[in-house]
């Protein structure tokens, strides 16, 4: 197992499970769970996070279709889970999560009122840790069940832990599947300086491998992102969204934030195209946050 750790932690299996919490008000424990069929005409995502200091954990699941479908559960008071096991409850819905092999496979379970899920992710070249925060990223290859048909396709999944205030910074994160298996992963805050932001490749039966000099640009239709473009060295990408699934989020305090994620379509300079996720982080005051131009 290739394990990239880029100086924001030493990772091994243990960092599977939750870890000891801060004491801040909104020190989080942030599971992601990502897919998209092999035609890219179907995918959905599932979140858990859990916020101890806050009393409570978000639960996140869509599933979503370039036939117009869209089933979303999320439920922002959810009951905290207790003990090892990941399990959440709320007006209609149950889910599960389990680490079948640490590092190398994890299974969720949901069942809601029009959703039903039974994935696993499997590792696929390796695990990607950032430099500058607690936080790993996965390309996985999934299978299981949706609505109880037969499911297979890729995704990713990331698990992250620390103080997230979703109120104060906008960003960018992308993550797809090339048709030739290619697996590529950027991320991006606008903080107004340029960093080393967070990304990886995986070339087809390869191994994660970090990437210098990544950046990202969107345009907007309103509120909505219309298009991006991924400046991988070498490799321009453009990302066209399918299918919506946002989220809006209240602070303590009362902010709104909206979290614009969408099943996208990603396009490549040299002609490749693939499928995958990507978000588009909306917080009060987002226009101004500086989206640059595209690329």
Known sequence: MRIVDLGGGALGPGDEAPHEPGPELLWNESYYFDFVSEDGELGGYVRLGLYPNWNRAWYWACLVGTDGRRHMVVD???????????????????????????????????AADDLRLDLEWRTAGGVY????TSRYEIPCRVSGTVD??????????????????????SWLWSSG???????????????????????????????VEHVEGF??????????????????????????PLADAPVELTSPDGALARFSRS?????????????????????????????????
């Open 263 to 295: 099943m996208c379509r990603f396009v490549t300079d040299d002609g490749r195209v693939g499928h995958g996720w990507t978000e588009w982080h909306q917080p009060p005051g987002w226009r101004e946050h500086g989206w640059g131009p595209l690329l």
């Open 177 to 207: 599947r090339l048709e030739d298996g290619t697996y590529l992963h950027g991320m991006q805050a606008n903080v107004g300086v340029a960093l080393p932001w967070p990304a990886f490749t995986v070339p087809p039966g390869g191994q």
């Open 76 to 110: 922002h008071d959810a009951k905290l889970p207790t003990g090892a096991d990941l399990d959440v409850s709320g007006d209609g819905h149950t889910a599960t999560q389990r680490t079948v092999e640490p590092m190398e496979a994890v299974r969720l379970t949901l």
């Open 148 to 169: 109880g048909r037969p499911f297979a396709g890729h995704g990713q999944r990331d698990h992250s832990w620390g103080v997230r205030d979703w109120w104060s910074v």
């Open 215 to 240: 950046s990202a640009a969107t345009e907007f239709a309103g509120d909505r992102p219309s298009t991006a473009r991924l400046a991988f060295p070498g490799l321009g990408t453009t990302v066209e």
């Open 129 to 132: 840790g950032y430099a500058l």
